[in-house]
């Protein structure tokens, strides 16, 4: 098992063993390398939090003024239009503006905007939310309660980060192997070989860790490569066809050895 994620890179020897020897459908040993590649990218993540909590936010979180959500309406105790910037970049995040000179985000550098009747995010250039105040809601926003959310997140943080991104990734990846146990049935037909779906499974566990462990490399270094689900995909595909074609040529070696024909050794 600890041998697996090196040699996945490279053996044909291991991909036959896999398809023959191993029993079930490589999902315990998927969460097992998924469990020890996200230790260092939850430390990682824990990290940024945590930085960004202590040293990226404060800054921000003083120019927040006090908004007060009543009756369906906003106020803030500031004059207004009223813009909270990035101190770093100098960019504008937010805008508040209850008068009515900026009703939308139109033309605006900043996101967020907080008029008297709604909020409005822009989640991308073509994506625009809307969401007005509720009559029924009575609400304060200050200073002090963004700063007790933030402690909240980076305790949240390092405590549920780790578990639930194991499972959500480990759920994610399952979703992957039935699909690529599929492709992998193509595979076996182009190569005449016959596979099982369990053992497509099993290989197309091994076929997908030299991605896993390259992105989690890649994920903790912080270094960016162009349409790495595209890069991720082509290369767990090399590695199941790689996988495929190693079991049925070993297989093939092992019959003729069996046989008595010259010339072929089994891979052992």
Same mark, same amino acid.
């Given at each position: 098992?600890?041998?697996?994620? @090196?040699?996945?890179? $490279?053996?044909?020897?291991?991909?036959?063993?896999?398809?023959?020897?191993?029993?079930? +459908?490589?999902?315990? $040993?998927?969460?097992?390398?998924?469990?020890?590649?996200?230790?260092?990218?939850?430390?990682?993540?824990?990290?940024?939090?945590?930085?960004?909590? #202590?040293?990226?936010?404060?800054?921000?979180?003083?120019?927040?003024?006090?908004? !007060?959500?009543?009756?369906?309406?906003?106020?803030?105790?500031?004059?207004?239009?009223?813009?909270?910037?990035?101190?770093?970049?100098?960019?504008? =995040?937010?805008?508040?503006?209850?008068?009515?000179?900026? !009703? *939308?985000? !139109?033309?605006? #550098?900043?996101?967020?905007?907080?008029?008297?009747?709604? =909020?409005?995010?822009? %989640?991308?250039?073509?994506?625009? %939310? *809307?969401?007005?105040?509720?009559?029924?809601?009575?609400?304060?926003?200050?200073?002090?309660?963004?700063?007790?959310? &933030?402690?909240?997140?980076? %305790?949240?943080?390092?405590?549920?980060? $780790?578990? &639930?991104?194991?499972?959500?990734?480990?759920?994610?990846?399952?979703?992957?192997? =039935?699909?690529?146990?599929?492709?992998? &049935?193509?595979?076996?037909?182009?190569?005449?070989?016959?596979?099982?779906?369990?053992?497509?499974?099993?290989?197309?566990?091994?076929?997908?860790?030299?991605?896993?462990? +390259?992105?989690?490399?890649?994920?903790?270094?912080?270094?960016?490569?162009?349409?790495?689900?595209?890069? @991720?995909?082509?290369?767990?595909?090399?590695?199941? @066809?790689?996988?495929?074609?190693?079991?049925?040529?070993?297989? #093939?070696?092992?019959?003729?050895?069996?046989?008595?024909?010259?010339?072929? !050794?089994?891979? #052992?």
């Amino acid at each position: 098992m600890f041998h697996v994620p @090196y040699m996945s890179f $490279y053996s044909g020897d291991l991909y036959w063993d896999v398809c023959h020897n191993w029993k079930g +459908v490589g999902f315990l $040993y998927l969460f097992l390398l998924l469990a020890v590649c996200w230790i260092p990218r939850a430390i990682t993540i824990q990290g940024d939090v945590a930085a960004f909590v #202590e040293t990226e936010a404060p800054p921000i979180v003083t120019q927040i003024p006090q908004i !007060t959500v009543a009756g369906g309406e906003a106020s803030a105790d500031v004059n207004q239009p009223y813009a909270i910037v990035d101190p770093m970049t100098k960019k504008e =995040l937010a805008i508040i503006d209850t008068t009515g000179q900026i !009703t *939308s985000l !139109t033309e605006q #550098e900043a996101n967020i905007l907080v008029t008297k009747k709604e =909020l409005i995010v822009r %989640r991308t250039n073509l994506d625009t %939310r *809307s969401l007005p105040f509720d009559p029924d809601i009575d609400f304060t926003l200050d200073q002090h309660k963004v700063t007790r959310w &933030l402690n909240t997140l980076r %305790r949240v943080t390092a405590v549920w980060i $780790y578990p &639930l991104a194991l499972l959500g990734s480990w759920f994610f990846r399952v979703i992957q192997l =039935l699909i690529y146990a599929l492709i992998g &049935l193509q595979f076996a037909r182009s190569l005449h070989s016959r596979r099982t779906y369990d053992s497509l499974l099993r290989l197309s566990a091994v076929a997908v860790t030299p991605a896993i462990i +390259v992105n989690t490399i890649l994920g903790v270094a912080a270094i960016q490569i162009p349409m790495p689900g595209l890069c @991720y995909f082509l290369a767990a595909m090399c590695c199941l @066809y790689f996988g495929i074609k190693s079991a049925a040529l070993s297989a #093939e070696a092992a019959s003729e050895e069996d046989s008595g024909s010259p010339g072929m !050794t089994h891979i #052992e």
